[in-house]
Structure formats: structure tokens, C-alpha cells
T-cell receptor
Framework: AQTVTQSQPEMSVQEAETVTLSCTYD???????LFWYKQPPSRQMILVIR??????QNATENRFSVNFQKAAKSFSLKISDSQLGDAAMYFC?????????????FGDGTTLTVKP | AAGVIQSPRHLIKEKRETATLKCYPI?????VYWYQQGPGQDPQFLIS???????DKGSIPDRFSAQQFSDYHSELNMSSLELGDSALYFC????????????FGPGTRLTVT
């Protein structure tokens, strides 16, 4: 079974600065997807960024980028120019690829606080 | 664009009562997933359906059952509710042909008193 670990229960960043959230995972599969989700106080699960394991290039979405290290099974999220609206719980998630692509496995989450 | 719809958004039940949560996937999505997120916890996978058949099962209590109907909507039936069932229940949907996307609904907040 796959496991996802987020070792930082809480992180804090000053507005306009950069912060990196860590995520490691364990899997024996070679094809999979990794995601970062944002969950604000409304508790809506919002997709921030996605990485396909077969792609060596790190995904980027505006101020959000990832550092995907497949051999190390590491998938960190970098938020640049942090904004007050970035404050939320962030979940790292793993999803298998292939014909039986299915459920997502989540990490425990990291609560991000943005200080003005 | 159409999103995943869940109803009701909020539900209050008493212990030992039953509850039914509904999920309407994005049009043309054939797979539905149910997750349970307790307070301060990460979402935990309960069960999934592909083309109206159960495709995977997670930590779903025997008191819970679910099904997917011919129009692809899904219902999660919860009986003999316990205080510990109070949680946010997410439904997500995806298309079997597009493995990298899974869209979450807004969730149903169930409170058991």
C-alpha cells in the first residue's frame, strides 16, 4: 500500500516571501500521479498542482511549483510571493496510474499561516 | 464548467438514525469516490464505483453502504449513526480514460448528536 508523509504539521511565512512544504511517499509502482490540494476554512478541496511521475520536468502553476525527486520519493511544494489568501491546510496526495487508477491517498496535511 | 454536486451540504442526525448522502458527478465521468474527513484529519477513502460496479473499498464501516446508479450519481447510506461518524464526506469523480484528474465536490458536513 502507498503511504504519504507530510512532516510539517504547521508552517508560517511572511506575506510576499517564499515557503516550501515537504512531502514524501512510499510506493512500489512506477506510474502514478502526485497532487497538492489546498483546503481553506470552507473545507473545499482545491487542486493546486499535479505532477505525472513519468515526467522529469517539475510542474508549475503561476506562483506554485514543485520539486519532484522520483528516486528519493519526494514531492515538495514551493509557494512564491505568498499571499494572505494562500493560508490554508495543504494536503499532498498520491494516485495510481494504469487500468486500475483509483483512490487518492493523502498525507496528514500542513497548516500554512501567512503573516501580513 | 460543471462541478461535482453533493447534497445535502449540511446534515444533522441523532445517534442510531440513518442518513443518505448524494453525489452527482461531472457529466461524462464514470467513476465516483467517497472520502471521509474527520476533524483535523486527512480524507480517508471509503469506497469507489466504476460503471455502477464497486471498484475499490477502503475503510468503510459495515453500517455504511453505497451504490452508483444508471445516471452515474451515487448515494452513500449510513445506518445506526454514531457520534464518531460526524465528519465531512467528500465525493469525487473522474473519467476512466483520464487518469490524472479527480475532481472533488464541496462535501457534506454530517453532525451526529
Amino acid at each position: 500500500a502507498q503511504t504519504v508523509t507530510q512532516s510539517q504539521p504547521e508552517m508560517s511565512v511572511q506575506e510576499a516571501e517564499t515557503v516550501t512544504l515537504s512531502c514524501t511517499y512510499d510506493t512500489s509502482e512506477s506510474d502514478y500521479y502526485l497532487f497538492w490540494y489546498k483546503q481553506p476554512p470552507s473545507r473545499q478541496m482545491i487542486l493546486v498542482i499535479r505532477q505525472e511521475a513519468y515526467k522529469q520536468q517539475n510542474a508549475t502553476e503561476n506562483r506554485f511549483s514543485v520539486n519532484f525527486q522520483k528516486a528519493a520519493k519526494s514531492f515538495s511544494l514551493k509557494i512564491s510571493d505568498s499571499q494572505l489568501g494562500d493560508a490554508a491546510m495543504y494536503f499532498c496526495a498520491y494516485r495510481s496510474d494504469g487500468t486500475n487508477a483509483g483512490k487518492s491517498t493523502f498525507g496528514d496535511g500542513t497548516t500554512l499561516t501567512v503573516k501580513p | 464548467a460543471a462541478g461535482v454536486i453533493q447534497s445535502p451540504r449540511h446534515l444533522i442526525k441523532e445517534k442510531r438514525e440513518t442518513a443518505t448522502l448524494k453525489c452527482y458527478p461531472i457529466p461524462r465521468h464514470d467513476t465516483v469516490y467517497w472520502y471521509q474527513q474527520g476533524p483535523g484529519q486527512d480524507p480517508q477513502f471509503l469506497i469507489s464505483f466504476y460503471e455502477k460496479m464497486q471498484s475499490d473499498k477502503g475503510s468503510i464501516p459495515d453500517r455504511f453502504s453505497a451504490q452508483q446508479f444508471s445516471d452515474y450519481h451515487s448515494e452513500l447510506n449510513m445506518s445506526s449513526l454514531e457520534l464518531g461518524d460526524s465528519a465531512l464526506y467528500f465525493c469525487a469523480s473522474s473519467s476512466s480514460g483520464v487518469h490524472y484528474e479527480q475532481y472533488f465536490g464541496p462535501g457534506t458536513r454530517l453532525t451526529v448528536t
